[in-house]
């Protein structure tokens, strides 16, 4: 059972997976705290992104010989893989650590069972502490592992009467902007952007993420733009811009789409339009969340938020269980998931 300054050690460690401010996807957010045999502090080292050391080697490198003997707290169980960088039990076992305590099983097939290699090498090994504060830094990557494909946050931002747009087809602007603020800074959190191509060729939108003043943040720092459907994009559209990667994945198929995001190791797709993409994300089973900004305002007519969702009658209606309700300026922002969640 964990000590109490092992405990505390995971929280530190909670802490420092926290710590970077950018996204680091496609890999998980992890933190790795290093005690001596009396439970002292020898060193604290987290994941910084792609390319960069995981957690446990980052901790290593700063403890240098004083790892020997140690046990190392990390809030991910330690991979088992050779992908980028070499695997993380490799380099616990020859550091010569002697307790590794960990909090959230790795569900990815690629890199699990490194708890085993752990114990087969003669390392104590303790996993499970704090795992629910732990699940939650990493829940949309988790899932998208568990699962095989992204997790797809489906935003929208409509009237009181449930309208995206009024009946003209004008769209803009229905919710405030601190609403879109507020939608901004979440999606420089996903991965992905997902869009179809009848949003583009409507609206022609750019879909970037932007600081305070408007200007779009780095390149490096964008999500990918993603186009869904088989219409040809003028090479003139603003999506085409130099300012974020864009793709188009030419199908109308959902299941293919999110192979094929998976497949570009998107983990976190964010779905912003249009009622009809919404809707075949919807009847695919495939929102795991939904970001809903309404307005104190009425269209009367227009399009709906979401169209042909597969619902037909009220007995195949889709509950969703509220996790947040936040009054941002003059909306309300709902943040809802299925009523059947996964892990």
């Not at 240098?64 to 380099?91: I, K, S, Y």
């Amino acid at each position: 059972m964990a000590s109490q300054r092992e405990l505390a050690a995971m929280r530190q460690a909670l802490d420092a997976a926290r710590t970077p401010s950018q996204r680091v996807s496609p890999n998980p957010r992890v933190g790795c705290v290093l005690l001596d045999p009396t439970g002292a502090l020898i060193a604290a080292g987290h994941h910084r992104g792609v390319g960069t050391p995981h957690a446990e080697a980052d901790a290593l490198d700063r403890a240098g010989a004083a790892a020997e003997g140690a046990t190392a707290v990390v809030t991910l169980e330690p991979c088992h893989h050779d992908g980028r960088t070499g695997p993380c039990t490799a380099a616990l076992i020859a550091a010569g650590v002697a307790r590794v305590v960990y909090a959230v099983d790795d569900p990815n097939p690629l890199a699990a069972g490194g708890a085993a290699t752990l114990r087969t090498a003669g390392l104590d090994v303790e996993g499970g502490v704090l795992a629910e504060e732990a699940y939650a830094i990493n829940e949309r990557w988790l899932i998208a592992i568990a699962r095989g494909r992204p997790y797809v946050t489906w935003k929208y931002a409509a009237s009181l009467d449930g309208r995206s747009a009024a009946a003209d087809g004008t769209s803009a602007w229905i919710t405030s902007p601190e609403s879109r603020r507020d939608a901004n800074r979440r999606r420089a959190d996903a991965d992905a952007v997902v869009v179809g191509s009848g949003t583009v060729l409507a609206d022609d939108p750019r879909l970037t993420v932007r600081d305070d003043a408007g200007e779009p943040t780095p390149y490096e720092s964008q999500p990918m733009r993603v186009v869904v459907g088989s219409r040809e994009i003028p090479d003139a559209a603003r999506i085409w811009d130099d300012t974020a990667p864009t793709i188009q994945i030419r199908t109308h198929d959902i299941d293919a789409a999110l192979v094929a995001l998976h497949d570009l190791e998107v983990r976190h797709a964010w779905l912003e339009g249009g009622p009809r993409l919404a809707g075949a994300f919807v009847a695919a089973g495939a929102v795991d969340e939904v970001v809903g900004y309404v307005a104190p305002a009425l269209l009367g007519a227009g399009s709906a938020a979401v169209e042909q969702a597969g619902i037909n009658t009220i007995a195949d209606i889709r509950r969703f269980t509220l996790r947040d309700v936040t009054r941002i300026g003059p909306d309300v922002r709902i943040i809802a998931r299925p009523s059947q969640e996964a892990p």
